[in-house]
């Protein structure tokens, strides 16, 4: 058969477009050794998810406050003296989260923070403050990996991060539904890691299991807290890890269906269910003290509308210090907890709250208790806050408005005047104070 060239070029065209259709008719070429090799390698590594993304936000607790009987101790008259009342706003939080998961069960979370910007030391709210050109810093940062495949049973979160003990310390401040979260936590905390941020660098196994009313969510960290020693930000030449842990039963709605190491106060008449938590938590021997122990109990109710919420912890650190009359070997114990109880109220599309919340903190009165107290960096005396107001929940806790008005009291035993024996009688950068009484307004936003 005669072919003019044309028709020749165009049938060579249609056999290359027809050839990898019979490829599957006669097989695929094989693979060159070299070629097995660098596919096998390529095998071996977790490829990252098509999807993933940073996640960015941003959270601010702007806070306007009117200070009322803020007092300042002058050591020249040995007397309390007042200051003006004043009014102040400042970001009492201020938040810049990046979070992330970029494999298959393995996700991150960092979180930088500029707290504190524009605030007065002698307002009555509590925390320092933050120099006219704010700083700037790591508030945590860790890693979480889920251990259980397909399941919440089993989850290992390791970095900076607060250890599972007490819900008031491990609930954010934009989670709380009083003005400002329990003093509470601020004791805890230091008797924990010995820092009021409450952070440590630590691993934690935790996780979620849930039956159809009844569920558990546990809790056990191992951490070292660095405490202020001869050597600086060491706990010094004695050394023991922290050990804590945390157990909540649920009975009724689940508080977590998935597991986090963040909680949550309000569930805006969703859940009808209690979560009762025990917490404990051990040091062993360091320069600071021989054994230190905290335990405690504490519960969540939510029934629709109605929110309730409270917890007690003891703190004991043993030791032993010297006396006129030898050495003297010691147990010294505190305690602290509160009680705060709110109530949703829908008005229109949004909601509107009321609380109220009472916070105690009982350490020794006696000069040999405070002694002791002293002798292990712990507080003593006493301490009370009142908390009364109104939440308005324009969009959950992503935005919420707040009015406020707080009340404290205490005592500092033998110790007398100008003594800084616990929260109520210090303020970091002013030294010994008495600590007034706040109306306060609040705009807590979560972009």
């Known amino acids: 058969m005669y072919f003019t060239m044309t028709k020749q070029i165009r049938l060579a065209t249609l056999l290359v477009c027809l050839l990898p259709l019979t490829a599957p008719l006669f097989g695929q070429a094989q693979p060159s050794k070299e070629e097995e090799k660098e596919m096998k390698l390529n095998n071996l590594w977790l490829k990252k998810k098509d999807n993933f993304a940073f996640d960015i936000r941003m959270m601010v607790q702007l806070w306007s406050v009117y200070t009322m009987d803020q007092e300042v101790f002058n050591a020249e008259t040995g007397s309390y003296e007042g200051v003006d009342n004043?009014?102040?706003?400042?970001?009492?939080?201020?938040?810049?989260?990046?979070?992330?998961?970029?494999?298959?069960?393995?996700?991150?979370?960092?979180?930088?923070?500029?707290?504190?910007?524009?605030?007065?030391?002698?307002?009555?709210?509590?925390?320092?403050?933050?120099?006219?050109?704010?700083?700037f810093g790591v508030w945590d940062g860790f890693f979480q990996y889920q251990l259980s495949k397909g399941s919440e049973a089993a989850w290992l979160t390791g970095g900076w991060f607060r250890p599972q003990f007490q819900r008031e310390s491990i609930t954010s401040g934009w989670s709380v539904n009083s003005f400002e979260k329990s003093m509470s936590q601020n004791y805890v905390r230091r008797h924990l890691v010995g820092t009021g941020p409450g952070r440590a660098a630590g691993l934690n196994l935790g996780g979620v299991l849930q039956g159809e009313s009844i569920g558990l969510n546990y809790n056990l960290g191992v951490f070292n807290p660095l405490y202020t020693g001869e050597f600086?930000?060491?706990?010094?030449?004695?050394?023991?890890?922290?050990?804590?842990?945390?157990?909540?039963?649920?009975?009724?709605?689940?508080?977590?269906?998935?597991?986090?190491?963040?909680?949550?106060?309000?569930?805006?008449?969703?859940?009808?269910?209690?979560?009762?938590?025990?917490?404990?938590?051990?040091?062993?021997?360091?320069?600071?003290?021989?054994?230190?122990?905290?335990?405690?109990?504490?519960?969540?109710?939510?029934?629709?509308?109605?929110?309730?919420?409270?917890?007690?912890?003891?703190?004991?650190?043993?030791?032993?210090?010297?006396?006129?009359?030898?050495?003297?070997?010691?147990?010294?114990?505190?305690?602290?907890?509160?009680?705060?109880?709110?109530?949703?109220?829908?008005?229109?599309?949004?909601?509107?709250?009321?609380?109220?919340?009472?916070?105690?903190?009982?350490?020794?009165?006696?000069?040999?208790?405070?002694?002791?107290?002293?002798?292990?960096?712990?507080?003593?005396?006493?301490?009370?806050?009142?908390?009364?107001?109104?939440?308005?929940?324009?969009?959950?806790?992503?935005?919420?408005?707040?009015?406020?008005?707080?009340?404290?009291?205490?005592?500092?035993?033998?110790?007398?005047?100008?003594?800084?024996?616990?929260?109520?009688?210090?303020?970091?950068?002013l030294g010994a104070i008495r600590r007034g009484n706040w109306l306060g307004v609040g705009l807590h936003a979560i972009f």
């Open 86 to 135: 004043r009014f102040n706003t400042n970001l009492r939080r201020a938040r810049l989260i990046v979070r992330g998961n970029p494999y298959p069960r393995l996700k991150y979370s960092l979180v930088m923070f500029y707290d504190l910007a524009g605030r007065d030391l002698l307002s009555a709210s509590v925390g320092g403050s933050n120099p006219a050109q704010p700083n």
């Open 232 to 429: 600086g930000q060491t706990v010094g030449r004695e050394f023991a890890p922290l050990f804590s842990a945390r157990t909540v039963f649920y009975l009724g709605d689940p508080e977590l269906t998935k597991y986090k190491i963040g909680y949550e106060t309000n569930y805006y008449n969703k859940r009808k269910g209690v979560s009762l938590d025990f917490n404990a938590s051990y040091q062993g021997q360091t320069d600071l003290f021989d054994e230190s122990v905290a335990i405690g109990p504490g519960m969540l109710l939510n029934w629709g509308p109605l929110n309730l919420d409270g917890e007690w912890m003891w703190m004991t650190r043993s030791s032993s210090r010297a006396t006129a009359t030898g050495t003297r070997e010691f147990d010294y114990t505190s305690n602290t907890g509160h009680v705060r109880i709110g109530y949703n109220i829908i008005v229109d599309k949004y909601i509107v709250e009321p609380v109220f919340m009472a916070m105690q903190f009982n350490g020794g009165e006696t000069a040999v208790e405070q002694a002791d107290a002293a002798a292990v960096n712990a507080f003593s005396g006493s301490e009370r806050t009142y908390d009364a107001g109104f939440n308005w929940y324009i969009d959950r806790r992503n935005l919420k408005l707040m009015l406020h008005y707080t009340w404290r009291t205490g005592d500092a035993g033998d110790a007398g005047d100008g003594a800084r024996v616990n929260q109520f009688f210090s303020q970091g950068g």
